[in-house]
């Protein structure tokens, strides 16, 4: 059990763990794993971490979309968001690039959770590697990584 799970149960969050067999050969992931646990595409939020000088934001958004970093600059008051390098995202969160759960991150982040989050009853989310989803509701998301919801994606 991954640590993303333990956090969960010792604060007493409803999810459920969803794993399914990876394709290595798949290089759509999101796609694989509604594929797979029979979800719509539209539930899949994706984590992405991103910067502004030695400051790290993580930014939960539908995995169809593009991040909105003039959007997520203008909120944080910075005058330009970037993306940081892989080695960077893994040592500030302690998840390997390309599995990073919102949740259990070594330093909890300032994190901002899309809007479109509450078009649905649960969301899945990382849990920490690619054959291993999170559901778990909108409102128990915010509450444990504290996110503020607003409109963070590319439209």
């Known amino acids: 059990m991954s640590s993303v799970p333990q956090i969960l149960s010792s604060k007493w969050y409803d999810f459920r763990m969803h794993t399914f067999q990876h394709d ?13 646990l029979w979800i719509t ?6 984590t992405l971490i991103v910067q502004w000088w030695d400051i790290f934001y993580c930014c939960i958004l539908p995995w169809g979309f593009e991040l909105d970093c003039k959007k997520i600059a203008k909120i ?7 993306f940081p390098k892989e080695e960077i995202v893994s040592k500030v969160t302690g998840y390997n690039f390309g599995w990073v759960s919102p949740i259990g991150q070594k330093k909890q982040l300032q994190t901002f959770l899309d809007k479109d989050c509450n078009n649905f009853k649960t969301l899945f989310i990382s849990a920490w590697a690619h054959w291993e989803e ?6 128990d998301l915010q ?13």
Do not use: G, H, N, Y
């Not at 595409?41 to 994706?46: E, G, R, S, T, W």
């Not at 999170?134 to 409102?139: C, R």
């Open 76 to 82: 944080v008051w910075a005058k330009k968001i970037s």
């Open 143 to 155: 509450q444990i990584t504290k996110a503020e919801i607003l409109d963070i994606k590319r439209t």
């Open 24 to 36: 290595l050969a798949c290089k759509q992931f999101a796609i694989e794993a509604s594929e797979k």
């Open 41 to 46: 595409i539209d539930q899949i939020f994706k």
């Open 134 to 139: 999170i559901q778990i509701s909108p409102k």
